[in-house]
């Protein structure tokens, strides 16, 4: 059974840091991992999509990779602005499973 | 096209009613999912569903809980009787018919803005 953990699952940073987030999957037979936002009360914005194949995705100020034989993915945000104040999912597709698992998120909150 | 819709975007029920929500895909795509995201908890699978045929239900609650996706018209996911423990966001996502016989989406999800049932 796949499952996905993110952390940190909070995280606050002043406006300009760089920072990254975390994934990790216990099913290395993925089909690709997909990063979403979610603002509060807010649906699912994709950020960035990655194919098992590929080893990195960037646009703009994020870039994400991905290790499938070690089962982790993180996304880095590049000078942090407060506006990247949201809820960052991480979640994969699993060949096997018609089906995306998401981790819980990690809470990101950039202060001015 | 704007996007993945899903109506209505607040629902208040009271326990025992029925509560339908709502999912039409974005242009072109023939695969619908259900999501239902519990209140501080991550997104959790429900239902996956072609025209006229669901395609894995593992995710569904066994009782009070159905979906269709009808040849013409919206997915709906339907909750009967509905509880307390019901209320959540219900998100809707959609993707291309997949390539190579397998049900695997190569362009990735795109999710509408969810259904917000609160039950009273």
């Known amino acids: 059974k796949q499952e996905v953990t993110q952390i940190p699952a909070a995280l606050s940073v002043p406006e300009g840091e760089n920072l990254v987030l975390n994934c990790s999957f216990t099913?290395?037979?993925?089909?690709?991992l997909q990063w979403f936002r979610q603002d509060p009360g807010k649906g699912l914005t994709s950020l960035l999509l990655?194919?098992?194949?590929?080893r990195e995705q960037t646009s703009g100020r994020l870039n994400a990779s991905l290790d499938k034989s070690s089962g982790r993915s993180t996304l880095y945000i590049a000078a942090s602005q407060p506006g990247d104040s949201a809820t960052y999912l991480c979640a994969v597709f699993t060949g096997t499973a018609s089906k995306l698992t998401f981790g819980t998120g990690t809470r990101l909150q950039v202060t001015l | 096209n704007a996007g993945v819709m899903q109506n209505p975007r607040h629902l208040v029920r009271r326990r025992g009613q029925e509560a339908r929500l709502r999912c039409s895909p974005m242009?072109?795509?023939?695969?619908v999912y259900w999501y239902r995201q519990l209140p501080e908890e991550g997104l959790k699978f429900m239902v996956y569903?072609?025209?006229?045929?669901?395609?894995?239900e593992s995710g569904m609650p066994k009782e009070r809980f159905s979906a269709e996706f009808p040849k013409e018209g919206p997915s709906i996911l339907r909750i009967q009787q509905v509880v307390r423990g019901d209320s959540a966001a219900y998100f809707c996502?959609?993707?291309?018919?997949?390539?190579?016989?397998?049900?695997?989406?190569?362009?990735?999800?795109?999710f509408g803005s969810g259904t917000r049932l609160t039950v009273v």
């Open positions: 990655i194919q098992s194949s590929q």
């Open positions: 099913d290395s037979a993925i089909y690709n």
């Open positions: 996502a959609s993707s291309p018919a997949p390539g190579q016989g397998a049900f695997r989406p190569i362009d990735g999800y795109t």
């Open positions: 242009k072109g795509h023939s695969h």
């Open positions: 569903l072609q025209k006229e045929n669901i395609i894995d």
